[in-house]
């Protein structure tokens, strides 16, 4: 007989309490802790999944870290040749990009951004994708396992997105996770694919489906499904607006790699970015377009284009990182008549402590007065800047704003601004330098640091020094 114990846990982050408390300790939300009656003698590791995978590893021995052999699976990446999410997933041109077989994803997001559709497009990427090093027969099975809709659903969206003549596609609509395991072990896929994690449960549990308990068991055995069988799982799971609603952030610690998709559902442009990755960097971006057929890939980066109408005070062009990719934002400040002690100061997609700082340097270095303007601040397009690179460009849009005066056409500004008002030089100065030309920059506004500043044909460059000069160019 199991032994059973009471522990409280918190609905917002997932710790686990002995006692109810009204603050979590770990999160510090209040009255957020709920009761569960855990299972002591219940391990993951005798789960559902012991028993039919042969490749449980032996007993783990300490060596020195020399001797241990690379993992083949890491180098064996599964691409599904949409190269913004695989190049999201992780990877290098020469290694090649792509889901690690037998890693656990998650793919987070709020309801009806998209997720079903991505990974549906995804699925058939893999099932169709050929591996050149096992002949050209050779072709992998994907299964998607529906929790929410029904396979008929799954299979007109299918239609719809022109991939429903995949045989290497299987779908499986079910929520009980020994029925899907059981199907795991049939069909053999190389990905699985589970949507949603939230919607399946395992029936000898004593929480109800769709609590902390039954997503955390239930992910714990899909995970070790992934380790043990070869097979990578990716997990999907809805969040609420601000991510903090019980459910996908307490898998976050499960998983080899968390990815949120994120965009706004009035607008066609959709982002996936990696939160965590233990196969490659966080730092890149998948940039998409929800259309009638199905996301389309932006592969230029979507972000900023120059015109030649009349320049805009108050807007300034950027060129980002993210990752290895370069994108052009456009950075918009409005300042308005406010009250002194109670102006406003609000940002969206970028950092508000950020804005709070360049605000004090143009009050100190620049002679502006702002303590009674209200300002806010936003990064166009949906993209989250948060480089400090983009300093300079957001100071000027503030100036632009507050002075009516624009930067000249086709400009854009970099530039990171330090307290004494300086502007200090920026990495990968030339890889920015030569996507903004490329996307039809005439000037760029840089910092003026000694070193070679590279030289673009048809970019010229003006150098600043600090603040003071950088406003002298607004138009
Ligand atoms: P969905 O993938 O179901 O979102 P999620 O799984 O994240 O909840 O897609 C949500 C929306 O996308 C849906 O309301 C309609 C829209 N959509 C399109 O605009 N074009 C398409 O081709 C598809 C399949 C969906
Ligand atoms: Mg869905």
């Known amino acids: 007989m199991a ?41 993951p590791q005798k789960g559902l999944v012991e028993g039919w995978v ?12 020399d001797e241990v052999a690379p993992d083949p699976a890491a180098s064996a990446r599964l691409a599904t040749g949409i190269g913004e999410f695989d190049r999201v997933l992780g990877g290098t041109p020469e290694t090649g990009r ?24 995804a699925a058939a990427g893999w099932a169709s994708a050929i591996d050149p090093k096992k002949g050209p027969n050779w072709s992998r099975k994907v299964l998607y396992v529906t929790s929410e809709e029904s396979a008929e659903q799954v299979q007109q969206r299918a239609a719809r997105l022109g991939i429903a003549g995949e045989p290497n596609l299987f779908v499986l609509a079910d929520t009980n996770l020994a029925r899907i395991i059981e199907q795991v072990r049939t069909v053999k896929p190389a990905v699985l694919i589970v949507d949603s994690v939230q ?7 004593d929480a109800a489906p769709g609590t902390i308990t039954q997503l955390r068991r239930c992910a714990a055995e899909l995970v070790y499904l992934a380790k043990a069988s070869g097979t990578a799982v990716l997990l999907v799971g809805h969040v609420t607006k601000d991510g903090q609603i019980a459910g996908p952030r307490v898998l976050e610690h499960l998983v080899d790699a ?3 998709f994120e965009g706004d559902r009035f607008h066609a442009g959709r982002i996936v970015r990696a939160i965590k990755n233990r196969y490659g960097t966080t730092l ?13 890939p932006v592969a230029g980066g979507g972000g900023a284009s120059f015109d030649d109408g009349e320049p805009n005070p108050g807007s300034v062009v950027c060129p980002v990182m ?34 709070a700082m360049l605000i004090a340097v143009l009050e100190q270095h620049a002679g502006l ?19 400090p690179a983009s300093d300079l460009a957001l100071l000027l849009a503030i100036a632009g704003a507050h002075y009516k005066r624009a930067i000249g056409p086709r400009t854009v500004v970099i530039g990171e601004v330090g307290l004494g008002g300086e502007v200090r030089p920026v990495a990968q100065l030339e890889q920015r330098l030569r996507e903004a030309a490329r996307l039809g920059a005439k000037r760029a506004v840089v910092p003026s640091a000694r070193g070679n500043r590279p030289k673009i044909i048809g970019l010229e460059l003006v150098a600043v020094q600090n603040v003071g000069g950088a406003i002298e160019l607004l138009g």
């Open 3 to 43: 032994k059973r114990k009471t522990v409280y846990m918190c609905t917002t982050c997932g710790s686990s309490q002995p006692r109810w408390v009204g603050k979590c300790p770990d999160c510090g939300a209040w009255d957020a802790l709920i009761e569960h009656k855990l299972d002591t003698a219940a391990d």
């Open 369 to 387: 007065r702002l303590a009674d303007r209200d300002i806010f601040a936003s990064a166009v397009g949906g993209i989250r800047v948060v480089e």
């Open 54 to 65: 042969d490749t449980i590893h032996g007993v783990p021995k300490a060596a020195p870290i």
């Open 258 to 260: 968390v990815l949120y």
């Open 284 to 296: 890149e971006l998948g940039i998409f377009e929800m259309g009638g057929h199905g996301l389309t």
């Open 98 to 121: 792509g889901l690690v077989p037998g890693s656990a994803v998650l793919i987070g997001g709020e309801p009806g951004i998209g997720k079903s559709t991505l990974l549906l497009q």
């Open 322 to 355: 993210h990752g290895s990719r370069c994108v052009l934002v456009e950075v918009q400040a409005l300042t308005a008549t406010g009250f002194l002690g109670a102006a406003k100061r609000k940002s969206s997609g970028l950092d508000t402590s950020r804005l």
């Open 199 to 205: 919607m399946v449960y395992k029936a000898d549990l």
